[in-house]
């Protein structure tokens, strides 16, 4: 609107005219397609062969669709996928180059002010709009009828539970911590190499081993989906040291069976599988915050921000020479949390 | 000279030079890069041959009847698959101490590797050298390589066996190059800080299908670059630098009024 139209003459009498001005529009400046006719043309040269990279794009992108069959390898697959795509891409880029190029060059670039119109309407507009909204209020009665009243209003205020009720109770899932507490490890479950499942001899583990172990359970329960989580509670590293090499704090002492010591794969840090075992070092290293722990001392920890050691699975062999658990955890495994120790 | 002279303000002089810079530090390494060692004994293979080698170039740290000393371990039982492994790949004859030996340029022939095998075989049992059949990717099953590798390899290895860090500087290497043969004898002997899996615990069959796993991924990905398979990192490298920088160039130039 015309009063908030720029001033910028300047007033002698202001206190801080220099500083607070407003210095306009910088003066304009013709590109050289504007004052040189040769660069004119040759800006619209560039535009037509812009515009025509992006034809020949098509063109191919068309040919490559037909002629450049994925094979079903890998690097069929792969070159079709990269013919295509680099021809959709001049296909493209050539438009839009193209006409910001054109935009920039050749159309007018006199710099001009457009005013936005007013965003207030006129006070008739407003009157007619408040008149209809009485209108209807009176037409509906609600002044007068109560009960219809209270039932749109009840209706209105309930339905948002349908959402919110659904929303908030499936938000974390379940809160059973105590599940957290127990394993599938049990007095006499057997090691079993994961994730094939057969049952591990003892003698089988040799000097410098390391063996992915899971519990073992029926064939059934492998195709439920509780399996999965009780799984990943479940995991365990074992590995086959000196038993001169060992040296367990005096609570573990006996839980190896002549060297063999089995550790939980959960990080007490924040629970990522810790599965990189350095055979020369005994270090079990975690992949995700580098947290470090010496196997050989009951996989304290020696480097990183996990504060526990792995809790470690009592073992023992069975009759028939396979390694079996001599007990469960004797803590929760895994990361901490508030109910951890009671 | 007088023409480059004058362009030497040219606005691509700097990437010409740095071009021309990386051409001749490229060419001299190769020219001088230590090619491959070429020993042309005519080996007889037998453990008598193996012993001379061995007394000649091993026993320095492992020892005159390779019993070990303080700086290398004993090879007493460690098998004609383990020596066959670090000879092979270049690891040992070891040159420098560090976290770990490296892969390098192999210092000894096949009948010269095949000879020390032999004598360190002769010294105890141990595990021997796999066939060809037992090592063949197109014999073994890749999907079920891969249930295998994902549970015992990946963690130090990445997923596709692209290598990863260990701690301390120690590292678990690619497998994109390694031999079928290397990689059954990684698996069987557990060189340094790879821990060993027997057959028991990876049975034969199961250590091929693991090999036709990772030759299979030699291929690449049907994606497009693999940018080194090495996941979330690179990837981001690469989209928030490269692929933000472009779209801000882009940006930049719409905006920029034309001269």
Request: glycine share 10%; hydrophobic share 40%; with cysteine.
């Amino acid at each position: 609107m015309s009063e908030s139209k720029t001033d910028v003459t300047v007033h002698p009498d202001a206190e801080h005219p220099e500083k607070f001005s407003d210095p306009g529009l910088p003066s304009h400046r013709p590109r050289q397609a504007d004052i040189d006719p040769k660069a004119d043309k040759r800006a619209e040269r560039q535009v037509v062969v812009l515009f025509l990279l992006s034809v020949i794009g098509t063109i191919v992108a068309l040919w490559a669709y037909f002629a450049v069959r994925p094979d079903g390898t890998t690097g069929g697959v792969r070159t079709s996928t990269l013919t295509l795509g680099i021809a959709i891409f001049f296909a493209l880029a050539g438009i839009g180059i193209g006409a910001i190029h054109w935009a920039k060059t050749l159309m007018n670039d006199h710099e001009m002010v457009e005013e936005r119109h007013q965003a207030r309407t006129t006070g008739e507009t407003r009157e007619i709009a408040v008149k209809k909204l009485q209108d209807g209020i009176k037409d509906s009665g609600i002044g007068r009828r109560g009960v219809l009243k209270g039932v749109v209003v009840s209706a209105l205020a309930l339905f948002p539970l349908t959402i919110a009720v659904p929303l908030i109770s499936s938000v974390g899932g379940d809160w059973d911590v105590s599940k957290f507490r127990d394993t599938l490890w049990k007095k006499g479950t057997r090691l079993t190499y994961d994730p094939t499942g057969r049952p591990i001899k003892a003698s089988d583990v040799t000097l410098g081993s390391a063996v992915h172990v899971i519990p073992e359970v029926t064939e059934e329960y492998r195709t439920t989906d509780e399996w999965i989580t009780e799984k990943a509670k479940a995991v365990v590293l074992m590995v086959r040291l000196d038993p001169r090499d060992l040296n367990p704090p005096a609570k573990q002492a006996g839980w190896d069976y002549d060297g063999i010591v089995a550790f939980s794969k959960i990080c007490t840090h924040v629970g990522c599988p810790v599965a990189l075992y350095e055979q020369q070092t005994h270090h079990l290293l975690c992949p995700c915050h580098q947290s470090t722990f010496d196997v050989a001392h009951g996989a304290k920890v020696v480097f990183g921000p996990a504060k526990r050691p792995l809790p470690q699975l009592p073992i023992t062999v069975d009759a028939d020479g396979y390694l079996v658990a001599r007990d469960g955890f004797d803590e929760p495994v895994g990361p901490s949390y508030w109910e951890r120790l009671k | 000279m007088k023409a480059l002279a004058a362009r030497r303000h040219h606005r691509s002089a700097p990437v010409v030079l740095l071009l021309l810079a990386l051409l001749v530090t490229g060419g001299v390494y190769a020219v001088l890069a230590p090619s491959q060692a070429r020993a042309d004994t005519a080996s007889t293979q037998d453990i008598e041959t193996g012993k001379k080698l061995f007394q000649a170039n091993c026993a320095t740290c492992h020892g005159l009847d390779a019993q070990g000393t303080e700086t290398a371990p004993s090879l007493i039982g460690v098998g004609a698959a383990s020596v066959d492994f670090q000879v092979s790949t270049g690891r040992m004859p070891a040159e420098i101490n560090g976290p770990q030996a490296q892969v390098k340029p192999r210092q000894f022939d096949d009948d010269e590797t095949a000879a020390l095998a032999a004598y360190v075989a002769s010294l105890g049992a141990g595990p021997a050298i796999p066939t060809d059949e037992q090592v063949d990717p197109a014999k073994g099953n890749p999907a079920t390589g891969a249930d295998i590798f994902r549970t015992n390899c990946a963690m130090c290895h990445n997923a596709v066996g692209a290598g990863g860090a260990l701690s301390e500087g120690k590292y678990a290497p690619s497998l994109f190059k390694t031999s079928p043969r290397n990689i059954y004898q990684a698996m069987l002997t557990g060189p340094q800080s790879m821990p060993v899996f027997n057959d028991a615990n990876i049975t034969p069959d199961e250590k091929r299908d693991v090999i036709a796993y990772l030759v299979a991924q030699r291929d690449g990905s049907p994606g497009g670059a693999t940018l080194g398979s090495l996941g979330a990192v690179s990837e981001g490298i690469w989209a928030w630098i490269v692929g933000i920088g472009l779209l801000v160039g882009a940006a930049v130039w719409i905006g920029a009024k034309s001269s």
